[in-house]
């Protein structure tokens, strides 16, 4: 059975840093897309990043403007979020989510076959 089981969300304040993680078990996937998103309440899952095994990146360059940055560990099997410089308006539930297909249809979500449960990541003005 494939698992993503996130970390690392908390409360921080506006200019503060978090460093999410995303262990991922059942399944190699060292060659698969991963990707973060975001949900706020009241709002649609929105793209935050993502990685290929290349690696090669992707981001919401709406929004993350050089503050976030992915990596992924394949001989752990995780993938990483490090936030800096949060703002209130980053708040929301983190997701995490991997896909074995190809495409490049990273901010997508549909495009994804595993997904976390979510970490709440909350930032205080």
């Known amino acids: 059975q494939v698992q993503l089981v996130e970390s690392g969300g908390g409360l921080v304040q506006a200019g503060g840093s978090l460093r999410l993680s995303c262990a991922a078990s059942?399944?190699?996937?060292?060659?698969?897309?991963m990707a973060w998103f975001r949900q706020a309440p009241g709002k649609e899952r929105e793209f935050v990043a993502a990685?290929?095994?290349?690696?090669?990146?992707?981001y919401n360059t709406d929004f993350v403007k050089g503050r976030f940055s992915i990596s992924r560990d394949n001989t752990k099997n995780t993938v990483y979020l490090q936030m800096n410089s949060l703002k209130p308006e980053d708040t929301a539930v983190y997701y995490c989510?991997?896909?074995?297909?190809?495409?490049?249809?990273?901010?997508?979500?549909?495009?994804?076959?595993?997904w976390g449960q979510g970490t709440q990541v909350t930032v205080s003005s």
């Open positions: 989510a991997a896909t074995g297909r190809r495409g490049g249809r990273y901010s997508y979500p549909d495009w994804y076959d595993y």
């Open positions: 059942g399944r190699t996937f060292s060659t698969y897309p």
């Open positions: 990685i290929t095994w290349s690696p090669g990146y992707a």
